[in-house]
């Protein structure tokens, strides 16, 4: 049995499913796809408008008004300020890629055990792992904060990472619906060909994942990125801070400092964005698989 | 190759900040954490302050960390449950009781009892529970002030000097009487004029919303009223409260010389930004919003005292202390932090930068000297507390009752409600059964 | 001899089950399984977060059940995930066909689509007060009239939906567009040759296919909209105008944080927990029978 595997991707995309391109039905797609990103941009317009008014204007004019004079202001003083806000993304960056490395590989592992193995009791310990996501994070938060507190690990950078490191139910929920879907004749011909589990996972499963594990890593990499309750809970002061609890310390009792906390929003969505940048391609690949025996 | 080279940087990377991650908070044995909610100003101030203090103190540092303020009470609890959180700590009136009385508080009446005497005797006996004081005071509000603009008061030939409100005699009111000639309509009518029309108001007079530390407790207190009486909410059985109450939910919704409370019940901001903006002319606010209004007004403004009701001129007021971590286990070095910001030289700073007013009565000066250098006469603030202050014993319990007091008087501020006596009264038992519920 | 392949084969199938499972296991054990069933054990407790803990028995579960708050935020949750999670699932869906038509620049609107789910809450949620603001908000100039959008009690929750429907059609459409993408071209190929029309094919042989993307955004959607804070708590902070806004998790922080009654949140958000256990089984039984995993 051969089975032969072909990457398509956009240029190829186009010989292998040979769409008739109506006119028609492209001008609806645009007008959808162009009328939908407007929608989506116009607060983000208003965002950034703000993170280029001066504190001044903001304060005197509708938050909706023009900024004029157009300045950088905010951005710079964020920068150059004594906010911490540097050393938070620096933080943040590392916390959520130690993350995205374990939380991905773990995840995968359960993934393929739940999708592709039989063991006694894997259908109740998958939906255990999925029934912990029920429970509303705002109660949970408070145990596992005494957990690490009795265990020395307040303020530390295990503490941000620990909880998440070792597997997500919602990461291996979506990686188990993707392995479930794979064919097993794919699978069981490299059984017979004596191959081990560990070596089908890594040999033939996941490259067949690469779509699937990178919108997975990227969707791990901005949740951890903007997660802000427990990082809030369990630190304190400049060292440990991350980019969430940076931004909401920009604002007073008195005074939210909306022009600043633009600016730092703006700034910490741009490195998400290269991120996907980086990674679209093969998000958006996918792998047909063609030809049996 | 890219790959193995940006590999090795991330695992440097994260070796590196996992190296430098020490031991988690306090660090050294001699460093004392002082928390305060975020706020710069005030922050660059205690390090001035603390740095001199480690000059005299080589051999301890303060760290300040801030926690933004939105979360400030719940990351509070949360480390006071888990036996963590800063050494010092800021707690404001509302939110100390319940510390005090679980003894999370280093009681300051035996640590410090000489020292009691140089502060603000106003923050001194708010934060007094079963005769101890359990922080040492930092900033107070003082009262609450007019904020004017003085070209629309001027164009309006209204006096703002020794004005007088009264919810029963309309001759007395010679308030509502100014604040009428000071609101405008879009044809350029005031709200005392035949034809006003309440649907097109370009400028409102006043700011009187759902704000109780700005409008509706002074309104009470300078009424003769109470809010809070032993451990209970009373305002709905106290009729000076509920006319008072009464009062300012007519200046909105029959008066009209106040913006809709749609705009202001969710956005505290709405009435200084209007302000701000040149379409409100009188904003009663105190000392939080100074600097606010001196960095933001881009016309003439001026402070004046607040209108005097039948009791006088009786503010709400605010003050903030320092309270030390009883858990804490750094004490002797705490305990010296203490003992410095309650000092005069260790309070100087806050005042300089004109944040707040210093409850060191020492070191208030550098606070008058800092706004009366732009003009400003900020001894106002302080004088607002002469005749007295609203009293507002902390009422233990009372964090469960606020959302549903609130959503109560937001909803009788919104002029939906036809019986606000009734009104009130139902939540004020409602907020009573909570709290010993 | 072929008996003793397969219990071999067998044994090494479940150790190595196991042994995959083992640090996910670990860390779901200790850091999300210890705390809900500390959670549980609170839910008998009253515990005011800084003092010791009390027995009370069955009396917290007593005081939520007949917690008209309470319920009612239950009420108002149900009407926001039964506008919202459809909503988003049919916008999410027709975004992602839309995208997978791979017009030149489909990339760039990916991005674009998909800022606001990256985007921190924060910030997002004082620009949606300023748009919907009575005074200069952008909304009602838009409209050209004055609506108190968030202080009347029937436009707040349509308000929060389609804030939370604004926040996530874009992710949502990343899984049906990867969903479609899987979708083998031979079998829709031959059905076109067959001569099924359009909506035939997307009807009959796309959208059946396209069954575990659904599960997946349906039971995870449920799940997390009914534990919608962030949104909530900007636009309608304190549950809004006649608790209109007032949802659950708002109720179970509010008892958590501020009511100093962690054992009565614990009992919420228990109940909380039933819920979305019954209505995620429900959904499984639904798509148990009907979904084909592999077209082999």
Redesign the interface.
């Known amino acids: 049995m051969v089975a032969t595997l072909e990457k398509t991707g ?1 240029g190829a ?1 186009q010989e ?2 040979p ?1 008739r391109r109506t006119l028609v ?2 001008v ?3 007008t ?2 162009v009328v ?2 407007l ?6 317009l ?2 950034t408008m ?1 993170s280029l008014k001066s ?2 204007q903001f ?6 008004s023009f900024p004029s004079p157009l300045t950088a202001d905010s951005y710079v003083g964020l920068i150059q ?3 911490g806000f540097g050393r938070s993304i ?2 943040t960056a ?1 916390v959520s ?2 993350i995205v490395v374990g939380q991905t590989v ?2 995968v ?2 993934a ?3 999708a592709r ?4 009791g ?1 259908d109740f ?1 998958f939906w ?9 994070g ?10 690490l ?2 265990s ?7 503490a941000l990472v ?6 997500s ?2 990461a ?3 990686l188990r ?1 993707h392995f ?6 794919l699978i069981s011909a490299a059984r017979l060909d004596g191959a ?3 070596r089908i ?1 890594w040999h033939v499963v996941v490259p067949l994942s690469k ?2 594990v990178s ?1 997975l890593a990227v969707i791990t990499a ?1 949740t951890h990125w ?1 997660s ?1 309750l427990w990082p ?2 369990i630190t ?5 801070q991350v ?3 940076a ?10 400092n ?1 022009t600043l ?2 600016a730092a ?1 703006t700034i ?2 741009v490195p ?2 290269a991120l ?2 980086a990674f ?1 391609k093969t ?2 690949s ?1 792998l ?2 063609k030809g049996f025996n | 190759m890219k790959r193995s080279i940006s590999t090795l940087v ?1 695992v440097g ?2 070796l590196g ?2 190296a ?6 306090g660090g050294d044995d001699n460093t004392v ?1 002082f ?1 305060i ?5 005030v ?2 101030a205690y390090e001035q302050s603390f740095a001199e203090f480690t000059a005299q103190n080589p051999d301890i540092t303060v ?1 300040i ?7 400030y009470w ?2 509070l609890r ?2 006071l ?4 959180g ?1 050494d010092i700590f800021w707690v404001n009136a509302p939110n100390y009781a319940s510390y005090a009385d679980n003894g999370n508080l280093v009681n300051i009446s035996e640590l410090l009892p000489d020292a009691v005497s140089d502060w603000e005797p106003s923050a001194v006996e708010k934060y007094t529970r079963d005769g101890s004081l359990w922080g040492v005071p930092q900033l107070i509000d003082g009262g609450k002030v007019l904020y004017y603009n003085k070209k629309l008061v001027s164009d309006a030939e209204v006096d703002l000097a020794d004005l007088t409100w009264d919810p029963s005699n309309e001759q007395a009111d010679t308030f509502l009487q100014a604040l009428k000639k000071l609101t405008v309509d879009s044809a350029g009518r005031t709200a005392d004029q035949p034809g006003f029309d309440p649907g097109a108001v370009t400028q409102y007079g006043f700011n009187a919303a759902w704000d109780f530390d700005a409008i509706v407790g002074n309104f009470i207190a300078s009424n003769g009223g109470l809010y809070q009486d032993s451990g209970k909410y009373v305002f709905a059985d106290d009729p000076a409260s509920v006319d008072a109450i009464e009062y300012a939910v007519d200046l909105i919704n029959d008066d009209h010389v106040a913006p809709s409370s749609a705009d202001t019940n969710d956005n505290l ?1 709405f009435s200084r ?1 209007q302000f ?2 040149g379409k409100l002319a009188v904003f009663e606010s105190g000392a ?2 100074l600097a ?1 209004i001196s ?4 016309f003439e403004w001026g402070i004046t005292p607040i209108p005097a009701g039948p009791s006088g001129r009786i503010p709400v007021t605010n003050s903030i202390i320092a309270a030390g971590n009883s858990a804490s286990e750094n004490s002797e070095a705490t305990q010296k932090v203490l003992d410095w910001i309650g000092s005069e030289e260790g309070s100087e700073p806050l005042g300089a930068n004109g944040a707040l007013i210093p409850a060191v009565t020492g070191a208030q000066q550098s606070y008058f000297d800092f706004w009366a250098s732009k003009g400003v006469d900020a001894t106002l603030f302080p004088a607002g507390v002469q005749n007295g202050v609203l009293k507002n014993d902390p009422v233990p319990g009372a964090q469960a009752a606020s959302a549903d007091l609130d959503s109560a008087f937001k909803e009788i501020f919104s002029g939906r409600v036809g019986d606000i006596q009734e009104a009130l009264k139902e939540a004020q038992d409602n907020a009573n059964e909570q709290i010993s519920g | 001899m072929p008996g003793v392949v397969r219990s071999t084969r ?1 044994r ?3 150790l ?3 042994a ?2 083992l ?6 054990s ?7 069933v ?2 549980v054990w ?1 839910s008998f407790q009253k515990w005011d ?1 800084i003092g010791p803990a009390e027995f009370i028995g069955l009396d917290n579960f007593r005081a939520v059940l007949t917690d008209g708050r309470f319920l009612h935020s239950l009420i108002v949750t149900t009407l926001f995930v039964a506008a919202a999670l459809p909503l988003q699932t049919v916008l999410g869906l ?2 992602g066909m ?2 997978e ?3 030149p620049g ?2 760039v ?16 949620g ?3 007060k ?2 919907f ?1 009575p005074t ?3 909304l009602n ?1 838009i409209v050209g009239q004055r609506i108190e959008w968030l202080a009347t009690p029937s436009l707040v929750l349509p308000a929060i939906v389609v804030v939370s429907v ?1 926040t996530n ?2 992710y949502v459409s ?1 899984f049906f ?2 969903g479609l ?2 979708i ?2 031979d079998v ?2 031959a059905s076109r040759i067959d001569g099924a029309g359009r909506w035939h094919r997307f009807r009959y042989i796309s959208l059946p296919l396209l069954r ?2 659904m ?2 955004v349906l ?2 959607g449920l ?1 997390s909209s009914f ?1 919608v ?1 962030d949104t909530a708590y900007a636009l309608a902070p304190n549950g809004g105008p006649e608790r209109a806004g007032d949802v ?2 708002g109720r ?2 509010y008892e ?1 944080f501020q009511s100093f009654q ?1 054992g009565r ?2 009992v919420m ?2 109940v ?2 039933v819920i ?2 019954v209505f ?1 089984l429900l959904q499984q039984r639904y798509f148990r029978s009907r979904t084909t ?4």
């Open positions: 956009v995309d292998i499913r769409r039905l492209d609806i797609t645009y959808v796809l939908s990103s929608l989506v941009l116009g607060p983000f208003l965002s703000t504190s001044k304060a005197a004019e509708p938050a909706t300020g004594n906010y620096l933080v590392v890629l130690v773990f995840s592992f359960a393929y055990a739940f193995l039989e063991f006694p894997r310990l255990a792992y999925l029934s912990t996501l029920m429970v509303p705002v109660v949970t938060m408070i145990p596992l904060y005494l957990l507190s009795e020395g690990l307040r303020n530390t950078f295990w620990l909880p998440f490191v070792f597997g139910p919602y291996i929920f979506l619906q479930l879907s794979l064919p097993t004749d081990g589990h560990l996972l779509p699937v919108t901005v903007n802000f809030l809970i304190s002061g400049d060292r440990w980019i969430t609890v931004t909401a310390n920009l604002q007073t009792q008195f005074n939210g909306w906390v633009m929003t910490a969505i998400l964005l996907f940048v679209h998000i958006v996918s047909t698989i | 991330t990377l994260t900040l996992a430098c991650s020490g031991t988690g908070d954490t928390r909610w975020s706020d710069d100003a922050a660059a760290q960390n801030q926690v933004p303020w939105a979360n719940d990351k949360a480390d449950s888990g036996g963590g800063d901001d930004d701000l903006q939080y919003n606010n960095e933001g007004a881009d | 067998r090494r199938e479940i190595s089950g196991y995959f499972l640090p996910s296991l670990i860390g779901i200790v850091f999300l399984a210890v705390p809900i500390t959670v609170l977060l027709g975004l839309f995208l038509r791979r017009v489909s990339a609107f990916r991005v674009v689509l998909l800022l606001p789910w990256v985007a921190a809450p924060l910030a997002l004082i620009v949606w300023w748009i603001a200069d908000g952008l100039a604004w059609i874009g990343l567009a990867a993408r899987a083998p071209s829709v190929d575990p993307t599960f997946f039971v995870t799940i534990q804070f659950v998790t179970i922080y958590a962690f949140a614990a958000a228990l909380l927990f979305l256990v995620t995993y592999e077209v082999a």
